[in-house]
């Protein structure tokens, strides 16, 4: 198979842990007969600080002519000052918003082997498998206006949530259909006690139902939401809900795995090309230390294999070097016991490499 893929790495341990993806892309290339080709491109502050944008013309072209994305991370307190439109964070949303990548995958799953690594206990996350589907290109983030404002002589401010049908539609009818891969259960988020815009994500998740017979759809207001997913995280399979909530969610469901640097993600468009990253940031705390742990973008890789080119082979090859990694006791610092041993980012990735 010959497939190119197109690399930003970002800035800070995005870097790092993207030279780990490559790397092992090109091993599996290698053990099992594919060309895969990497394209280079900017984003994020090494890009406002070469071209004075976050998102280079350039860059969009690469990824539009790629066959899949990996994304390291941006951001990072250089650029913390920069004004606003030229922040590193606005390329990653203008380049979902330009790909239409409307979904957001988030994985969630136990690792017996981190069980200590959570400050849940074992009896609640074990056996954990959970597939978080997040709305990505609209709802308040995206709505307008969203600005200051005076009212009746008073400071206020507006924030606009707004979506149309066919935004709710496309993204719940993709997780029913990931469901009747998995075991077949929709759980959709929404707060529809109170917002008109969750009245309407119900009824047409009640539409879809319709189409999947099989698929068994519940629904959970928000709130509720947040607190089932630490108390009792078995309950869910696939989790469907707009940006907002999503956002806030998969960031929650993270600790039931142990740490945010084993968390990989893909966004999904109609026609691709997809992308893939870890859900961590830059982590300008740790970066350019050769700590950081590079599983997150490794996993993501392996998700690159899977869902955009149908290697499901190859996907669990990399799936399974890294759960051998972690029974063999092998530690970034994020995943290792306090005080106990552990090993840098690059040793992580030779460490993963050699037992592919
Ligand atoms: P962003 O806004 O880009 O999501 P953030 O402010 O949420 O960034 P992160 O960069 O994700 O922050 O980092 C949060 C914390 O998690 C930091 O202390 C960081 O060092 C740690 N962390 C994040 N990713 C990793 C990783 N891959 N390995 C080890 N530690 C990590
Ligand atoms: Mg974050």
Known sequence: MNKRIAVLPGDGIGKEVAKGAVEILQAVGERFGHQFSFAYGKIGGESIDEFGTPLP??????????DAILLGAVGGPKWDQTPAHIRPEKGL????????LYANLRPTMYYESLADSSPLRKEVIQEVDMLI???????????KPSERVQHNGEDAVVDTLYYEKAE????????????R????????IDKANVLE??????????????????????????????????????????VVTENMFGDILSDEASVLTGSLGMLPSASLSENGPFLYEPIHGSAPDIAGKNMANPLAMILSAAMMLRVS???????NEVERAVNQVLDAGI??????????????????????????
């Open 57 to 66: 013309d350039e860059t969009i072209q690469l990824c539009k002519e790629s």
């Open 309 to 315: 080119f149908g290697l499901e082979e190859e996907a």
């Open 197 to 238: 815009s969750s009245r309407m994500w119900r009824e047409i998740a009640e539409e879809v139902a319709k189409d999947f017979p099989d698929v068994k759809l519940d629904h959970m207001l928000v709130d509720n939401a947040a607190m089932q997913m630490v108390m009792n995280p078995k309950r869910f399979d696939v």
């Open 168 to 179: 709710m539609y496309r993204v719940i009818k993709l997780a029913f259909e990931l469901a």
């Open 331 to 356: 530690r970034t610092s994020d995943i290792a016991s306090f005080g106990s041993p552990h090993t840098s980012t690059s040793k992580m990735i030779d460490e993963v490499k050699a037992v592919l």
């Open 181 to 188: 891969d998995r075991n077949k259960r929709v759980t959709s």
């Open 93 to 100: 949303l203008k380049l979902r918003k330009d790909l239409n």
């Open 133 to 143: 589907v997040r709305e990505l290109t609209g709802g308040l983030y995206f709505g």
